[in-house]
T-cell receptor
Framework: DAKTTQPTSMDCAEGRAANLPCNHS???????VYWYRQIHSQGPQYIIH???NNETNEMASLIITEDRKSSTLILPHATLRDTAVYYC???????????FGTGTRLQVFP | GAVVSQHPSWVICKSGTSVKIECRSL??????MFWYRQFPKQSLMLMAT?????????EQGVEKDKFLINHASLTLSTLTVTSAHPEDSSFYIC????????????FGPGTRLTVL
């Protein structure tokens, strides 16, 4: 299973863009990169996913490098409610399993 | 996005009793559901994969006779913790997807189990 590496924690000022990096150097060609976040004592919330191309939705943008070995989740205008643990996950191709790593704890401050 | 519910949201039980947790997909049919466990200050750990109408597939180290999983319909999966002990106290979370390798998994809100 492809593993991901994320910084343990990051800070971001409210209103600024939050850029969360993720390394997944062993990703296979048919494996998707998924991002979820978890606010304390809640179930993970789906944010975005992608295979090769950059993706954007109402929550965030996902930038995937051309070699697919890393990606960046961008929250364009962080708010205090974006404080959470963000998980970058490479979805296992055959079994659809999501193997969670330790994630990045994002703290948005006023 | 799709909505997944869990019931109950929290439960306290005595050691030795069994507890059933329900996971429902409210606005879509889920061919596959997953069960996770999360201990305090730790990440989610996948326990098992449940496909509608077939036996669940358990991850290594998860006792299938202790954590009974039933996925009898396309909108409901249940996890029963049998003969619960204090070390089973945890946050149990389910997820559901419609199928296919590009389908998104949506997570329930979780169930907090406390075994006294």
């Amino acid at each position: 299973d492809a593993k991901t590496t994320q910084p343990t924690s990051m800070d971001c000022a409210e209103g600024r863009a939050a850029n969360l990096p993720c390394n997944h150097s062993t990703i296979s060609g048919n494996e998707y990169v998924y991002w979820y976040r978890q606010i304390h004592s809640q179930g993970p919330q789906y944010i975005i996913h992608g295979l090769k191309n950059n993706e954007t939705n109402e929550m965030a943008s996902l930038i995937i490098t051309e070699d697919r070995k890393s990606s960046t989740l961008i929250l364009p205008h962080a708010t205090l409610r974006d404080t959470a643990v963000y998980y970058c996950i490479v979805r296992v191709a055959v079994t659809d399993k999501l193997i969670f790593g330790t994630g990045t704890r994002l703290q948005v401050f006023p | 996005g799709a909505v997944v519910s869990q019931h109950p949201s929290w439960v306290i039980c005595k050691s030795g009793t069994s507890v059933k947790i329900e996971c429902r997909s409210l606005d879509f049919q889920a061919t596959t559901m997953f069960w996770y466990r999360q201990f305090p200050k730790q990440s989610l750990m996948l326990m098992a994969t449940s496909n509608e109408g077939s036996k669940a597939t358990y991850e290594q180290g998860v006792e299938k006779d202790k954590f009974l999983i039933n996925h009898a319909s396309l909108t409901l999966s249940t996890l029963t913790v049998t003969s619960a002990h204090p070390e089973d106290s945890s946050f149990y979370i389910c997820s559901a997807q419609t199928g296919g390798n590009s389908d998104t998994q949506y997570f329930g809100p979780g169930t907090r189990l406390t075994v006294l």
